[in-house]
């Protein structure tokens, strides 16, 4: 679900995914040998009141195959 909306802090307007969200990450070209990527997504949490929770980074490794 995508929805626009506004927290009412320092972000205003955002958009604002629930539940799950699906990115689509196009690679190119890699170094030949390479058997796994590292991704990394960067997110911020807020609360339909309004709060804003810390933005947060989380890694993956990804086997390519």
């Known amino acids: 679900i995508i929805e626009s909306f506004d927290v009412r802090c320092w972000l205003g307007e ?4 629930r539940d799950s969200v699906t990115i689509e990450v ?3 070209t890699l170094p030949a ?3 796994t990527v590292a ?3 960067r997110s911020q949490g807020c609360a ?4 804003c929770y810390p ?3 989380q890694t993956v490794l990804v086997a390519l195959s």
Do not use: F, K, N, R
């Open 14 to 17: 955002v958009e604002v995914y």
């Open 26 to 28: 196009p690679i190119d």
């Open 33 to 35: 040998g390479t058997d």
């Open 39 to 41: 991704l990394t997504a």
């Open 48 to 51: 339909d009141a309004g709060l």
């Open 55 to 57: 933005p947060q980074s």
